[in-house]
């Protein structure tokens, strides 16, 4: 009896390993200390702004390894962390607003390694390190949406409850409320005492009724707009497709975002800091655009432009706010324009047809509203935000509209795509201005991750050492494969979108690579057995592979279903330890049986033996 491999199948197994460890290889060139420059909306990236970045950085003495336009970006390369935080402060400064310069870590892969795809494995924070931001929340902008929003609930409830006002105001921190008589003002106090208890009422005059609201409710609406924000940026992250990241509180009004591995750092601060959303209002036909732009703009009135600069009289009152919003994608219309589909909850639905119903033929506007720092600062020492609002498109009524209706009217289909993911995530409570951006280290720190990578090293030369003296020439297939095992596992692991490793992750790693040789001994030892039993050395072979398969499969099965399970339920680093570990059954079982068995029948197979080297 003689052992074969068809040629066919040999090649096949020969691609696999080579196939993977092509796609694996990005990881030996390691990255760049970069500095990333992206465009806020449309203003141009071209050759004439990497003149002007060479320009920046030669008048400020800084070398750069390179300087390349790059899918619509300009990425710039440095020798070291140092170097990178220089030309990251003198491009931000030195660029006008309309630009982002984001610090980076840019991968040094080949373009002809690029050209196929192929990209280092992403690392988690603890291995990598990432890109750090702390992000302060504006609180008085929180607190004036508050007030704002008090206003239209008292406005709502006393019309509902039938009490007369003259007038509700925001007045600074507090709501005035004026009446007509002395009598209703006290019936609205008594009314909303009852049903709004969270604010203090006092009474300023005989008709006017103040109300303020309580510590309690102060120190609420500033733990909301915290937890909120936390909530949506976390969406925001979710949308960029950043596996385990860290998102968390830091002090009263300040949040902290790790992002480990991210590429596209400028992209990733746009959409961070970005405070977009939107409001659905009537266009106000009632009043005279000509009146309102010589000064006398009606009281229920407001002029915004539109893209093109052109005002346009809305009316004051919003219909709708992108709080309603559950589900945003960008696409285009009919004419090829892009456009964004928009879905609403329930109550939004419910808004969006009461305020349809009665204005069919009528033209609605959909104002974009965005806050950007600016580069004043308050008394306490915080960034200053100012608040922009743009007309985005006005589209005539055709019909009652309920919970899905589509925006036109955007500039590209790139701000449609920035734009739906806005609102598809939520629009932030309170606007966030980021104050300190830096590169972090490993988490771990690197004298513990150089350890640990150490003991790896030396455990897996151990076992190499083991196999080779214990099993002789069967001993050196068994590390091929182990090597190859290792490969496997990295080039399926950079393959995968959004697959991080972690230490976590090493481990499982780690124990794969046990098992590995776990099937292998199971493998040669039912040879050795065949052997003393008196058969042949290609009957052993055979039977050795033939009785070890249906083992080593009822115990690779189960440990998959082990981490199966482990993937469904957990979180962070144990769903970062199952991937792992079922990248590496799977590896280990084809390079343990498939690869193995090829080299040996390759090597031993179709020769008359009277010994083997096991």
């Known amino acids: 009896m003689l052992n074969h491999t068809p040629m066919w199948k040999a090649i096949l197994v020969f691609l696999v390993v080579a196939f993977f460890a092509l796609y694996a290889s990005p990881n030996l060139y390691g990255e760049d200390p970069a500095v990333q420059i992206s465009a806020e909306r449309t203003a141009p990236i071209d050759a004439a702004l990497l003149d002007r970045v060479q320009e920046i950085l030669k008048e ?69 390190g990432g890109v750090y931001f702390l992000m302060e929340v504006d609180m008085d902008t929180a607190l004036n949406s508050k007030l704002e929003d008090t206003v239209s609930d008292f406005r709502t409830a006393l019309r509902e409850e039938k009490i007369r006002y003259r007038r509700v105001v925001k007045e600074g921190n507090v709501v005035e409320i004026q009446f007509r ?13 009852n049903n709004r208890g969270d604010w203090q009422y006092v009474d300023k005059d005989d008709l006017t009724l103040v109300a303020q609201m309580s510590e309690q409710t102060l120190a609420e609406t500033k733990d909301y707009a915290i937890k909120q ?42 959409i961070l800091n970005a405070t977009a959303t939107i409001e659905l209002r009537m266009v106000d036909q009632d009043n005279d655009l000509s009146s ?10 407001q002029l915004i432009e539109d893209e093109n600069g052109t005002p346009v009289l809305l009316k004051k009152r919003v219909m709708l706010t992108g709080n309603h919003i559950v589900d945003a994608n960008s696409g285009v219309d009919e004419y090829g324009r892009p456009q964004v589909s928009i879905g609403l909850d329930s109550e939004g639905g419910s808004k969006m047809t009461r305020g349809t119903r009665d204005n069919v033929g009528k033209p609605m506007a959909t104002v974009f509203i965005e806050y950007e720092p600016t580069r004043e600062r308050t008394k306490e020492g915080k960034l200053k935000f100012e608040k922009k609002e743009r007309v985005i498109s006005v589209a005539t009524i055709q019909a009652v509209l309920g919970s899905s209706f589509r925006i036109t009217g955007l500039d590209s289909p790139g701000e449609a795509r920035n734009l739906a993911l806005l609102l598809r995530a939520g629009a932030l409570i309170a606007p966030i201005q980021i104050v300190e951006e830096r590169t972090v280290g490993p988490s771990l720190g690197q004298q513990n991750i150089s350890q640990g990578t150490d003991a790896i090293v030396l455990g897996f030369v151990l076992v190499l050492a083991f196999m080779l003296i214990y099993y002789k020439g069967f001993g050196v297939v068994a590390n091929v494969a182990l090597a190859a095992n290792l490969v496997l596992i990295i080039g399926v692991m950079s393959l995968i979108p959004g697959a991080t490793l972690t230490l976590p992750g090493m481990a499982g790693i780690v124990l794969t690579v046990g098992m590995a040789v776990d099937a292998n001994v199971l493998i040669f030892e039912r040879i050795r057995e065949e052997l003393r039993d008196g058969r042949s050395p290609q009957q052993s072979i055979h039977h050795g592979y033939d009785s070890a398969f249906s083992t080593i499969l009822d115990a690779n099965i189960t440990t998959l279903i082990a981490a199966l399970i482990l993937f469904a339920v957990g979180t962070g680093p144990i769903k970062g330890f199952s991937v792992t570990l079922m990248v590496g059954i799977i590896t280990s079982m084809f390079t343990a049986i498939i690869l193995t068995r090829a080299i040996v029948n390759s090597v031993w197979g179709g020769k008359r033996l009277t010994k083997l080297s096991i």
């Open 60 to 128: 400020r003495n800084i070398v750069a390894k390179s300087v390349a336009l790059e899918d619509q970006k300009i990425l710039v390369r440095l020798a070291d962390n140092d170097t990178q935080l220089k030309a990251q402060e003198a491009l931000d400064i030195a660029l006008s607003d309309d630009y982002i310069a984001a610090i980076n870590l840019a991968p040094a892969t080949p373009d002809w390694l690029k050209s196929l795809g192929a990209s280092p494995m992403k690392l988690g924070l603890d291995l990598r």
């Open 292 to 301: 309102a732009l010589s000064g006398r703009v009606p009281a229920g009135s």
């Open 229 to 270: 924000n936390i909530t949506i940026m976390r969406n925001r992250v979710n949308q960029l497709g950043v596996a385990e990241p860290v998102i968390q509180r830091q002090g009263p009004d300040r949040i902290v975002v790790q992002l480990p591995g991210i590429q596209d750092t400028a992209r990733a601060k746009q």
């Open 181 to 193: 008589d002395e009598e209703t003002k006290d019936q609205a106090k008594f009314f909303l005492r």
